[in-house]
């Protein structure tokens, strides 16, 4: 086990995609019901030395930025992490998310 993510008990609250590793090795992916608001979030996992680090990213609020996360994480080439979500935003649909770590 690398870690164990914390929240709401259910079928979608854990990792809700396939996990993205960039080069230097860190995973990336979104929760659909965890995180401070337990409606997603966006985390880290970093390996130093053998162990795995977590980093919280971002905790979804349904509000501008959304709720239940509804993609995989994808980087781009400076670092940027882009996704989507189901619910949130302006008309209540979702939204396609940026974080700038």
């Known amino acids: 086990m690398l870690y164990s ?4 008990l259910g079928d979608q609250c ?12 860190s995973l990336y992916d979104t ?4 995180g401070a608001n337990n409606l997603g979030s966006v985390f880290k ?12 990213l971002h905790d979804f609020t349904l509000g501008d930025d959304g709720g239940s996360p509804a993609s995989s994480v994808i980087l781009d080439t400076s670092g940027n992490l882009y ?10 649909q979702g939204v396609i998310w940026e974080i700038t770590p």
């Open 83 to 92: 996704g989507t979500t189901s619910y949130g935003g302006t008309k209540g």
């Open 5 to 8: 993510i914390t929240g709401p």
């Open 45 to 56: 996992l970093t390996n130093s030395g053998g162990s795995w680090t977590y980093s919280s």
């Open 31 to 34: 929760t659909q019901c965890d």
């Open 14 to 25: 854990g990792p809700a995609w396939a996990l993205f590793m960039d080069v230097g090795g």
